[in-house]
């Protein structure tokens, strides 16, 4: 690692290996600075006989990443959105630099391989003390280890750098360009695109896409054969009895099929208006399979040496008289029901954290977490990282909490697999980005959907344990179901 002078943070600190440039662009931020930074990346290509990636962050005026990821939409290009409305961050990018795909139980090393491997060949300038500055890597990763051939639009897990991002954090806006440096390209063309990139997001003018096509829902089909879920949790009540496994999350499909292609972005818009203590989020495939939706869940997240994950477990519906959703919300935090459920999930986080060697500081009682549509039980649990655990070993060791598979998991899984009538794919799987600095987070991908074209499947899940009640269980997955499904209503027009 070059080490320069007049840096705004100490850069050992702040990443392990990645390259700094100290040339000042941010005074001569002007086509001869960024010429001059990229033949600096071309010769350390050369030098190395090994492909560097040029990364430049600048600070800019306000900016909305959902607005410019939707004026530049292209139905083919891998992209990555997330916004949480409630913290106050939402990032997005589109266009791989470079990108990786696994199956396999290895997934989360092997992302780990890769984002380290990378690392030394990142060459990068400008404010990296700002949120969300230097290159991101995009990940998802499936609900299970490997996807069959069935479910092709996403792998068990994959990862990527995108070309552009645009980041807000609370009060600041970033923009990031990526460009992979070839050793004995001709960085020019590299110059031209950065520079206009550069400029656009300077002072971004939204200019408007050609308007996306109206749609229709021409037909909503539950996937799989009639009384399916209903069937399937009367089986788990009958395993659990057996003492095969104490708690499992069965799930349902819903098909939409609409009249004209639906651009996934209109929707996300909606979402991030009406559900703005969830985690709005769009990753698109180059295929053109986009995976959506507005989870209130978060697997972790790691903030300078800091984790935080959460048990949300237990649910109740909403009312519009004060008066009942206050009745609906004790009762959803004395239910003896719903507590056991939940304490599953938190069982099960702490002993994951435990075996990581990670300190938790975990509240005795759950909490509420109040959703439009939904209301939960929530427990927010936080500690200190260690050196060396990264956040997707956290990911790794979490991924799936009983929140949306079962305990003991193995056995829960192996029903969850057997029962469901589709391939869960992305559904309940991860969706989210980290850093160099091993900062980063992972949404859980419940409430959500995958869109293609005229095509989308919605999913929702509901814990079963001792108790459960068929019909409850089905009617919460519809309420769940429905948040989704209003704002594809809303963004039909
Ligand atoms: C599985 C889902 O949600 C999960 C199940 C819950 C429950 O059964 O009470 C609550 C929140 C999530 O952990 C889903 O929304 O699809």
């Not at 960085?187 to 031209?192: D, N, P, S, T």
């Not at 929140?403 to 309940?428: N, S």
Request: proline content about 6%; overall charge negative.
């Amino acid at each position: 690692m070059v080490r320069r002078p007049g840096l705004p943070v100490d850069p050992e600190k702040l990443v392990a290996r990645m390259e700094i440039i100290d040339i000042p662009l941010e005074g001569r931020a002007d086509m001869d600075g960024l010429r001059a930074f990229l033949s600096a990346c071309l010769d350390a290509a050369n030098e190395d006989g090994h492909d560097k990636i040029a990364s430049i962050t600048l600070s800019v005026k306000h900016i909305d990443p959902l607005a410019v990821l939707d004026s530049i939409y292209e139905g083919d290009a891998h992209h990555f959105y997330m916004e949480n409305p409630y913290r106050e961050w939402a990032v997005a990018g589109a266009e791989a630099v470079v990108s990786a795909s696994w199956n396999g139980p290895d997934r989360f090393q092997q992302a780990r391989t890769f984002a380290a491997g990378l690392d030394e060949h990142v060459i990068a300038i400008g404010d990296l003390s700002l949120p969300f500055s230097g290159p991101l890597f995009f990940a998802g990763f499936s609900f299970y280890d490997s996807v069959d051939g069935r479910e092709e639009a996403f792998p068990g897990g994959q990862v990527f750098v995108p070309q552009w991002q645009v980041a807000r954090a609370g009060d600041h806006y970033v923009a990031v360009a990526n460009a992979l440096i070839r050793p004995g390209m001709d960085v020019e063309a590299v110059a031209q695109r950065i520079w206009s990139a550069h400029r656009k997001f300077s002072a971004y003018t939204y200019d408007q896409p050609p308007r996306p096509p109206v749609y229709h829902i021409l037909e909503e089909r539950e996937v799989g054969p009639e009384g399916t879920f209903l069937k399937n949790v009367a089986l788990a009540l009958e395993a659990i009895k057996k003492g095969s496994y104490n708690k499992i999350v069965l799930s349902r499909a819903v098909d939409l099929l609409f009249d004209n292609s639906c651009q996934p972005l209109k929707i996300l818009n909606r979402l991030r208006r009406d559900y703005p203590r969830c985690s709005s989020f769009s990753l698109q495939s180059e295929n053109g399979t986009s995976f959506i939706g507005a989870t209130p869940e978060r697997l972790v997240s790691v903030d300078n040496g800091r984790y935080t994950t959460e048990a949300i477990a237990g649910s109740a519906a909403r009312d519009p008289s004060a008066g009942e959703d206050a009745r609906l919300a004790r009762d959803l935090l004395a239910s003896e029901k719903d507590l056991r459920e939940h304490g599953h999930v938190v069982e099960s986080i702490r002993r994951r954290l435990e075996s990581l060697g990670l300190e938790a500081r975990i509240p005795d009682s759950p909490g509420l977490l109040v959703l439009p549509n939904v209301q939960h039980l929530r427990t927010p649990i936080n500690g200190p990282l260690k050196e060396g655990v990264h956040i997707l070993d956290l990911a790794e060791a979490l991924h799936p909490t009983p929140a949306v598979g079962g305990t003991p998991r193995e056995d829960a899984l192996k029903d969850i697999f057997k029962w469901e009538p589709f391939p869960r794919g992305m559904f309940a799987g991860l969706t989210g980005w980290f850093d160099l600095r091993g900062n980063g987070e992972f949404a859980v991908g419940i409430r959500s959907a995958l869109v293609r074209d005229s095509r989308a499947r919605l999913f929702a899940g509901a814990g079963i344990v001792e108790g459960s009640i068929p019909e409850m269980e089905l009617r919460e997955t519809t309420l769940k179901m429905e948040a989704l499904l209003r704002c594809i209503r809303g963004a039909a027009g």
